[in-house]
């Protein structure tokens, strides 16, 4: 987008491409010292950047989406919007710039230059830039001129009053010029002052001739025909100013305009001196001749030139009233008269004489006759009309007058703005145009009651419709006058939008001050409180009454209130001021400890402004933080058989302690200050540097080393502040020498008795199977030789010995849990169930068995020995379900890393004092009478979890079935153990 259609980022950036350019567009408008500001179609705030942000002290939010009109305070949107159009419509590159308020985020107006230039891309108009820069002392005294100028300009309507800059465009436009030439400012601005010329005075040149004799001369007079709007012609007397600054430069011109033709077309009617003598012999009259001698004096002359006819008759003008001479108006029009023979007039204030004086000049071939009248009593009426008609159409606020009909009889300049409509377009309008009937009928009962003098003014809130259908909320104040028969108003009108927006802006902050939860306060400059909100009364147990007005020593002591008087002293001097901590004094006397903040409210009052806060549970926390830190110092000097140190993110212990330094004579105070690569070898460092880092990722650290000749078990884990960000890592060692040693021990032995107790029942197989054979062919060839006791012995003989097999075959397959077991891997244990319950289906249809499953996880681990676990622990829940259909439940459940998969049954339960006892080998609750079995296999199961690393528990109580759980660690990089 550009206001050129040439503009490309190559123009200014060479080679670089568009982004690059772009990325350099906004490191430049973020460089400038001006405000910058970038508008969509519809005038909506796209951007702004910083400067512009730090001048007004808005939000970037605040903008973004807005309106313009919410950034240029009163009339600047519009004016910019004017300038863009006529940017838009003159195809100009050239900017010139505008003087507009910028409105504040604390409601105020700030002066500063505007320019503003149009974004096009394909023809196609798509926003505005806008740059904003202090315009200064210079600016400010420029714009009150310029303001002193437009109110002038506007309050003189006989004169065509305008700028032009300093090619001859026009540059501003006064009601007078809109009447006399037609144009209305929004069309003309932007254009050429040859628009005002005749074709045949175009083409000779004359407007730019005149423009250049200004320039060079500075001011030039001209008379002559120059042309409307629609194409009239009128007799125009034009004066031409150049203007220029201080230092010389030129700006522009003035142009003041009065259209002559009346005047013009008198002067060429008038056809004798006596025709004029006859028409205005009721004014003053004398009569000079050639030499300007007096030749005749009428009665009224006599009076207001103070001297009778025969004193002036045959004396000379100049020798009579010599002042007059010195007068280059006075002197211009006899001169003027006399050589060009044609009427001269003029209007002054005449010192001699003490009044202002109206002279029409009238040559003739033998002299002048002088027409004058004492003026002083219309130029003081139209003085004061002027000044008060500067006053209307220079104030802000709208004023109107309308007749004892309710129709508009005059509006100012501010008024028609505010709702949108022309002046001519309101004029003989009723009221009613710009607002509700009820209004009027409201206003003239409110004007009766003036007139009866029940009221001095009648005020009144309305909402003013605009011409584009938009409502503003107005204050009007307003008076009767007489208007024939009755009465008709004159009032002010004030748009109160800002003051309703105030006014909500303070409910929503008094409802916020309500609303919070700490104690808000005010109190003057002898601490007297003037404002306090509900959670102060709760805080202190007084009402609102009994605060306000009493002395802030009711609720807190005199060395607090000394401690807020420094406090004060301290903001006054631009500090910060700290909290303050004190224990306020409640209405029930009891205490309450606080915490108040402070701030000085602005202006000479001293008012101060705090904030109190109950920090009883704080304080609470404070000491239990204390306590606990006691205590957590003592546990870490104090650390059994070990030490702990903190440490940060340079691996530099700051606390360190524990048994493990004294014992080797080691003062906490050597460790703390120095990090693990001073204290320990380059080795070690490698060994445990992994370990110690890993915490600041949120990772805990179990691992063994070897230092100075005694095993260590180390943990390593994360430390984290109240709002759970990682701020330090603990290390916790244990000197587990001598445990390693006995572990090391209690290893082999154990070893050697898996060893002997493969061997054992190993070889009891053999010897087992003979026993075997041999009852077996005792049954089979002696059964008929056997009584019936000789064949129960047998029996019994063969079923001891199948329950020694069982209990060998049991026995062996515990011994080969550690040694003969497969390498761990992923394991989905829905799939093991499945084999499980494929074992056991006969058992599971011949019991009528319900066996339900949540979906169980994949782990790692022997699929074999995971098979066993889970065949051991459903034949149990079948075996002990009593007298019902067994009915088992299967669940599995997250636990930080591991898995808990439970086996629920409804059974017979077991007795919690035996629920220990179940797991070791050989031990049975029931006799074999009862339930089968060898008395090892939950034995075997306990052995399988632990070694896949976890553990295994029953839940149960007799006759509420038992919930058998085990704990399988996920550790996806644990191999075969």
Same mark, same amino acid.
């Given at each position: 987008?550009?206001?050129?259609?040439?503009?490309?980022?190559?123009?200014?950036?060479?080679?670089?491409?568009?982004?690059?350019?772009? $990325?350099?567009?906004?490191?430049?408008?973020?460089?400038?010292?001006?405000?910058? *500001?970038?508008?969509?179609?519809?005038?909506?705030?796209?951007?702004?950047?910083?400067?512009?942000?730090?001048?007004?002290?808005?939000?970037?939010?605040?903008?973004?989406?807005?309106?313009?009109?919410?950034?240029?305070?009163?009339?600047?949107?519009?004016?910019?919007?004017?300038?863009?159009?006529?940017?838009?419509?003159?195809?100009?590159?050239?900017?010139?710039?505008?003087?507009?308020?910028?409105?504040?985020?604390?409601?105020?107006?700030?002066?500063?230059?505007?320019?503003?230039?149009?974004?096009?891309?394909?023809?196609?108009?798509?926003?505005?830039?806008?740059?904003?820069?202090?315009?200064?002392?210079?600016?400010?005294?420029?714009?009150?001129?310029?303001?002193?100028?437009?109110?002038?300009?506007?309050?003189?309507?006989?004169?065509?009053?305008?700028?032009?800059?300093?090619?001859? $465009?026009?540059?501003?436009?006064?009601?007078?010029?809109?009447?006399?030439?037609?144009?209305?400012?929004?069309?003309?601005?932007?254009?050429?002052?040859?628009?005002?010329?005749?074709?045949?005075?175009?083409?000779?040149?004359?407007?730019?001739?005149?423009?250049?004799?200004?320039?060079?001369?500075?001011?030039?007079?001209?008379?002559?025909?120059?042309?409307?709007?629609?194409?009239?012609?009128?007799?125009?007397?034009?004066?031409?100013?150049?203007?220029?600054?201080?230092?010389?430069?030129?700006?522009?011109?003035?142009?003041?305009?009065?259209?002559?033709?009346?005047?013009?077309?008198?002067?060429?009617?008038?056809?004798?001196?006596?025709?004029?003598?006859?028409?205005?012999?009721?004014?003053?009259?004398?009569?000079?001749?050639?030499?300007?001698?007096?030749?005749?004096?009428?009665?009224?002359?006599?009076?207001?030139?103070?001297?009778?006819?025969?004193?002036?008759?045959?004396?000379?003008?100049?020798?009579?009233?010599?002042?007059?001479?010195?007068?280059?108006?006075?002197?211009?029009?006899?001169?003027?008269?006399?050589?060009?023979?044609?009427?001269?007039?003029?209007?002054?204030?005449?010192?001699?004489?003490?009044?202002?004086?109206?002279?029409?000049?009238?040559?003739?071939?033998?002299?002048?006759?002088?027409?004058?009248?004492?003026?002083?009593?219309?130029?003081?009426?139209?003085?004061?009309?002027?000044?008060?008609?500067?006053?209307?159409?220079?104030?802000?606020?709208?004023?109107?007058?309308?007749?004892?009909?309710?129709?508009?009889?005059?509006?100012?300049?501010?008024?028609?703005?505010?709702?949108?409509?022309?002046?001519?377009?309101?004029?003989?309008?009723?009221?009613?145009?710009?607002?509700?009937?009820?209004?009027?009928?409201?206003?003239?009962?409110?004007?009766?009651?003036?007139?009866?003098?029940?009221?001095?003014?009648?005020?009144?809130?309305?909402?003013?419709?605009?011409?584009?259908?938009?409502?503003?909320?107005?204050?009007?104040?307003?008076?009767?006058?007489?208007?024939?028969?009755?009465?008709?108003?004159?009032?002010?009108?004030?748009?109160?939008?800002?003051?309703?927006?105030?006014?909500?802006?303070?409910?929503?902050?008094?409802?916020?001050?309500?609303?919070?939860?700490?104690?808000? *306060?005010?109190?003057?400059?002898?601490?007297?409180?003037?404002?306090?909100?509900?959670? *102060?009364?709760?805080?202190?147990?007084?009402?609102?009454?009994?605060?306000?007005?009493?002395?802030?020593?009711?609720?807190?002591?005199?060395?607090?209130?000394?401690?807020?008087?420094?406090?004060?002293?301290?903001?006054?001097?631009?500090?910060?001021?700290?909290?303050?901590?004190?224990?306020?004094?409640?209405?029930?006397?009891?205490?309450?400890?606080?915490?108040?903040?402070?701030?000085?409210?602005?202006?000479?009052?001293?008012?101060?402004?705090?904030?109190?806060?109950?920090?009883?549970?704080?304080?609470?926390?404070?000491?239990?933080?204390?306590?606990?830190?006691?205590?957590?110092?003592?546990?870490?000097?104090?650390?059994?058989?070990?030490?702990?140190?903190?440490?940060?993110?340079?691996?530099?212990?700051?606390?360190?302690?524990?048994?493990?330094?004294?014992?080797?004579?080691?003062?906490?105070?050597?460790?703390?200050?120095?990090?693990?690569?001073?204290?320990?070898?380059?080795?070690?460092?490698?060994?445990?540097?992994?370990?110690?880092?890993?915490?600041?990722?949120?990772?805990?650290?179990?691992?063994?080393?070897?230092?100075?000749?005694?095993?260590?078990?180390?943990?390593?884990?994360?430390?984290?502040?109240?709002?759970?960000?990682?701020?330090?890592?603990?290390?916790?060692?244990?000197?587990?020498?001598? $445990?390693?040693?006995?572990?090391?021990?209690?290893?082999?032995?154990?070893? $050697?008795?898996?060893?002997?107790? *493969?061997?054992?029942?190993?070889?009891?197989?053999?010897?087992?199977?003979?026993?075997?054979?041999?009852?077996?062919?005792?049954?089979?060839?002696?059964?008929?030789?056997?009584?019936?006791?000789?064949?129960?012995?047998?029996?019994?003989?063969?079923?001891?010995?199948?329950?020694?097999?069982?209990?060998?075959?049991?026995?062996?397959?515990?011994?080969?849990?550690?040694?003969?077991?497969?390498?761990?891997?992923?394991?989905?244990?829905?799939?093991?169930?499945?084999?499980?319950?494929?074992?056991?289906?006969?058992?599971?249809?011949?019991?009528?068995?319900?066996?339900?499953?949540?979906?169980?996880?994949?782990?790692?681990?022997?699929?074999?020995?995971?098979?066993?676990?889970?065949?051991?622990?459903?034949?149990?829940?079948?075996?002990?379900?009593?007298?019902?259909?067994?009915?088992?439940?299967?669940?599995?459940?997250?636990?930080?890393?591991?898995?808990?998969?439970?086996?629920?049954?409804?059974?017979?339960?077991?007795?919690?004092?035996?629920?220990?006892?179940?797991?070791?080998?050989?031990?049975?609750?029931?006799?074999?009478?009862?339930?089968?079995?060898?008395?090892?296999?939950?034995?075997?199961?306990?052995?399988?979890?632990?070694?896949?690393?976890?553990?295994?528990?029953?839940?149960?109580?007799?006759?509420?079935?038992?919930?058998?759980?085990?704990?399988?660690?996920?550790?996806?990089?644990?191999?075969?153990?």
């Amino acid at each position: 987008m550009s206001t050129n259609p040439d503009a490309t980022p190559e123009a200014l950036w060479g080679d670089a491409d568009g982004d690059v350019a772009l $990325r350099r567009y906004q490191t430049l408008t973020d460089t400038l010292d001006d405000g910058i *500001y970038h508008l969509d179609a519809e005038g909506r705030v796209l951007a702004v950047n910083d400067e512009l942000l730090e001048t007004t002290g808005h939000a970037r939010e605040e903008l973004l989406g807005e309106h313009a009109s919410v950034l240029l305070a009163d009339d600047g949107a519009e004016r910019a919007a004017r300038e863009i159009s006529r940017r838009l419509q003159s195809q100009s590159r050239d900017v010139t710039p505008i003087e507009v308020g910028l409105r504040t985020a604390g409601g105020e107006a700030v002066r500063r230059e505007l320019r503003v230039s149009p974004l096009v891309e394909d023809g196609k108009f798509r926003g505005s830039l806008g740059v904003v820069r202090d315009c200064g002392r210079t600016a400010d005294a420029r714009r009150e001129t310029e303001e002193q100028f437009r109110s002038l300009a506007d309050a003189v309507e006989e004169y065509a009053i305008f700028r032009l800059d300093a090619e001859g $465009r026009v540059a501003s436009w006064n009601e007078g010029a809109e009447r006399i030439k037609g144009y209305d400012e929004a069309e003309i601005v932007g254009e050429h002052i040859s628009a005002f010329y005749t074709d045949d005075d175009r083409e000779a040149g004359a407007p730019e001739r005149n423009l250049e004799r200004a320039r060079t001369e500075g001011s030039i007079e001209d008379e002559g025909w120059r042309v409307r709007r629609d194409g009239s012609r009128f007799w125009a007397n034009v004066t031409l100013t150049a203007i220029r600054d201080d230092d010389g430069t030129h700006r522009g011109y003035l142009k003041v305009t009065r259209d002559m033709t009346d005047q013009h077309r008198r002067e060429l009617e008038l056809e004798s001196e006596l025709q004029r003598l006859f028409s205005r012999i009721s004014d003053a009259f004398y009569a000079v001749d050639d030499e300007y001698r007096f030749t005749h004096v009428n009665e009224r002359a006599e009076e207001l030139l103070q001297q009778s006819e025969e004193e002036l008759l045959g004396k000379r003008l100049w020798d009579v009233f010599p002042s007059a001479g010195e007068i280059d108006d006075v002197w211009d029009a006899f001169e003027t008269a006399k050589e060009s023979q044609e009427a001269t007039s003029y209007e002054l204030y005449y010192d001699m004489l003490g009044f202002w004086v109206e002279a029409n000049l009238y040559p003739s071939e033998t002299g002048i006759s002088v027409y004058f009248r004492d003026v002083s009593d219309r130029k003081k009426r139209e003085q004061e009309l002027e000044r008060y008609e500067t006053i209307v159409e220079t104030v802000d606020d709208g004023i109107y007058a309308v007749d004892s009909d309710s129709r508009f009889v005059m509006v100012n300049g501010a008024f028609c703005e505010m709702v949108g409509y022309e002046r001519e377009d309101l004029l003989g309008e009723p009221a009613s145009t710009v607002h509700n009937e009820g209004i009027t009928a409201q206003a003239k009962t409110m004007t009766e009651e003036v007139l009866s003098g029940e009221r001095t003014l009648a005020k009144i809130e309305l909402d003013l419709w605009t011409s584009s259908g938009e409502t503003i909320p107005v204050e009007s104040h307003f008076a009767p006058f007489p208007d024939g028969d009755g009465y008709g108003r004159c009032g002010v009108v004030r748009d109160i939008s800002e003051r309703i927006e105030r006014e909500r802006e303070l409910a929503k902050y008094e409802t916020i001050v309500e609303a919070v939860e700490d104690g808000i *306060y005010a109190v003057d400059a002898e601490g007297y409180f003037t404002m306090v909100n509900d959670s *102060y009364t709760e805080l202190t147990g007084y009402s609102r009454e009994e605060l306000l007005g009493s002395h802030v020593s009711t609720v807190v002591g005199d060395d607090t209130i000394g401690r807020a008087r420094e406090i004060e002293a301290e903001l006054k001097r631009g500090g910060l001021g700290e909290p303050l901590e004190a224990e306020l004094q409640t209405a029930d006397g009891g205490r309450v400890a606080a915490e108040a903040t402070f701030a000085l409210l602005p202006g000479d009052s001293r008012e101060r402004i705090g904030v109190a806060r109950d920090i009883t549970e704080r304080k609470a926390r404070e000491r239990a933080l204390e306590e606990s830190e006691r205590r957590y110092r003592m546990l870490v000097e104090h650390f059994p058989n070990g030490a702990v140190g903190l440490y940060d993110e340079g691996l530099t212990y700051t606390v360190a302690g524990g048994t493990m330094l004294h014992e080797r004579g080691i003062s906490p105070g050597e460790v703390v200050g120095t990090s693990i690569y001073e204290r320990y070898s380059e080795e070690l460092v490698e060994e445990i540097k992994p370990h110690f880092e890993a915490v600041f990722d949120g990772e805990s650290r179990t691992f063994e080393v070897e230092h100075l000749n005694r095993h260590l078990l180390a943990h390593t884990l994360p430390v984290r502040n109240a709002d759970d960000d990682i701020y330090a890592g603990m290390v916790m060692l244990q000197d587990v020498t001598e $445990r390693k040693k006995y572990r090391e021990k209690l290893e082999a032995s154990n070893e $050697r008795l898996e060893q002997f107790a *493969y061997v054992a029942s190993h070889d009891l197989q053999e010897p087992l199977r003979m026993v075997t054979s041999y009852l077996g062919l005792i049954e089979n060839r002696y059964a008929d030789a056997l009584d019936e006791d000789g064949r129960e012995f047998i029996d019994f003989a063969v079923d001891g010995a199948e329950r020694m097999r069982e209990m060998i075959d049991a026995l062996l397959r515990y011994s080969r849990v550690e040694t003969q077991g497969d390498s761990f891997r992923p394991v989905d244990l829905d799939a093991v169930l499945e084999d499980v319950r494929d074992d056991l289906r006969m058992r599971i249809e011949e019991t009528d068995a319900e066996i339900e499953s949540d979906s169980l996880p994949r782990v790692e681990g022997d699929a074999s020995q995971l098979r066993q676990l889970f065949q051991n622990l459903l034949s149990n829940a079948l075996r002990y379900s009593g007298d019902e259909p067994p009915r088992v439940d299967i669940t599995a459940e997250r636990e930080g890393d591991d898995w808990v998969v439970s086996v629920r049954d409804e059974g017979i339960g077991i007795d919690p004092e035996d629920s220990d006892r179940v797991f070791e080998v050989f031990q049975r609750l029931h006799t074999r009478d009862e339930h089968a079995g060898t008395g090892i296999g939950l034995a075997l199961c306990r052995r399988i979890v632990e070694r896949h690393g976890g553990e295994i528990w029953v839940d149960s109580e007799p006759g509420e079935g038992a919930t058998f759980s085990c704990r399988l660690p996920d550790g996806g990089d644990r191999t075969d153990g």
